[in-house]
């Protein structure tokens, strides 16, 4: 398979890039020549870097007499944290160069468009998520994904790709960004500082980067054109047990100070994916528990600290 990625600096898109090399795939990595976090991208083992930004996608071009792409994964998105979340104005950007990733697929020759959308696109829902559950998000954030993913394939079926958008809940693993749940209590742990939580009592849905990059491939692979497919562990877990397994692997004798906030004014209270149908048309299913897949995370972690010293 040759592929292309755009936004592979985070956890998926970096797990997806070894995935790929691993089963010998080639991979063009599309990036910002701004982008510091590309430096962790090494070319070889059929991986190479193009620059070019979101705003360069409606123009990007290959050198002439190179070999068409087969998929496209689409990652890169602006305004995914914070304050950001509410731009309009971005968030409506985003849905625009989604459009132009769909174009560029086309004259890459790729057959195949996969977006990352997110749990955002839902709202507040109790019991587990499936592509059938109503989506009502309420973050500028969530609509714009939902209607990215709404676009892009309808302009797919118009210009002839297969399209595929997956709904990703909350991965964790090397890479991820510093103020992830999982990210933000390691570095605080690991530096002394105390941690505060609220009782915890969420349930989630956690999965490990590595899982998710397997199931984009099949996804790649096996996945139904037109489809929306929900991404996760499918194990509904207390937000308590996560914290807890991260106290005890990096700093035993702290506290974890659950019940130390209190619960937001709109808190999300159960998150959980139904994987049934990702794993009856694909056959993929997770593979890494919580605790290993920590153990690799600490591992990075821990090289990464160490090589910045």
């Known amino acids: 398979m040759r592929a292309v990625i755009s936004g592979a600096t985070g956890a998926v898109g970096m797990a997806l890039i070894a995935e790929l090399v691993e089963r010998g795939d080639q991979v063009l990595v599309l990036c910002r020549r701004d982008s510091a976090r590309s430096r962790n991208i090494r070319e070889g083992n059929g991986v190479c870097k193009a620059e070019c930004s979101l705003e360069e996608m409606n123009r990007f071009t290959l050198p002439e007499g190179e070999a068409p792409y087969d998929v496209f994964f689409h990652f890169a998105w602006e305004g995914t944290t914070g304050k950001a979340r509410n731009d309009m104005e971005l968030q409506c950007r985003n849905i625009v160069h989604t459009l132009d990733a769909v174009r560029l697929a086309q004259r890459l020759g790729c057959k195949t468009f996969i977006g990352a959308g997110s749990q955002a696109e839902y709202g507040r829902v109790e019991g587990k998520l499936t592509e ?118 990096v700093a035993p004798q702290s506290g974890a100070g659950l019940g130390k906030l209190p619960y937001a004014p709109k808190q999300v209270m159960y998150l959980c994916a139904d994987i049934g149908k990702l794993k009856a048309d694909t056959g993929y299913a997770p593979a890494t528990s919580f605790e290993e897949g920590l153990s690799r995370t600490l591992a990075w972690y821990d090289g990464k600290t160490a090589s910045e010293q």
């Open 132 to 249: 059938k559950t109503p989506a009502f998000p309420e973050n500028g954030y969530g609509m714009a994904k939902l209607c990215a993913g709404q676009m892009s394939r309808v302009l797919c079926e118009e210009l002839g790709l297969r399209h595929i958008w997956v709904r990703i809940l909350s991965v964790y693993g090397p890479y991820d960004t510093e103020n992830s749940m999982v990210m933000s209590t390691v570095r605080k742990l690991k530096a002394g500082e105390e941690t505060a939580f609220t009782p915890g009592e969420q349930i989630w849905d956690y999965l490990y980067s590595g899982d998710a990059a397997k199931a984009f491939c099949a996804l790649a692979e096996r996945g139904h054109a037109g489809e929306v497919y929900c991404l996760g562990g499918g194990v509904p877990t207390p937000l308590k047990d996560y914290i807890l397994c991260i106290v005890n692997a």
